[in-house]
């Protein structure tokens, strides 16, 4: 029954992602969407990392875990190196963690 489940949503993402080559020539886009489409991308991921970062589960994650990615948010947008980013975004997570923030 999974190994089905898996099959389909497999089948179903493909033909999603094949449409859009197929009907790329067909379609024809408004120019003000065509300005919207880069932004809706961006705000999607945005609403992505921002549920990631403020909840577990259904949760709301507390303070560690947000405090740790504006750690790693401020050094990303300096250019820190990503691993540095990274290492830094941890550090600070488990440091409010170890001091009993949660």
């Known amino acids: ?3 089905t489940a898996i099959l389909i ?3 179903g993402t493909y033909a999603i992602r094949l449409s859009g080559v197929v009907l790329r020539d067909r379609l024809e886009l408004s120019e003000s969407l065509q300005r919207l489409l880069p932004m809706s991308a ?3 991921l945005a609403a992505l990392a ?3 970062a403020l909840m577990a589960g259904s949760e709301f994650a507390g ?3 947000p405090a740790g990615v504006l750690a790693g948010g401020l050094l990303a ?3 820190a190196p990503f691993v540095v980013v990274v290492v830094v ?3 600070v997570t488990a440091l409010l963690r170890l001091a009993g923030v949660e």
């Open 89 to 91: 975004a941890a550090a």
């Open 42 to 44: 961006a705000a999607l």
């Open 63 to 65: 303070f560690a875990r």
């Open 50 to 52: 921002g549920t990631a």
């Open 9 to 11: 949503l497999a089948a």
């Open 1 to 3: 029954m999974l190994i």
């Open 77 to 79: 947008w300096r250019k």
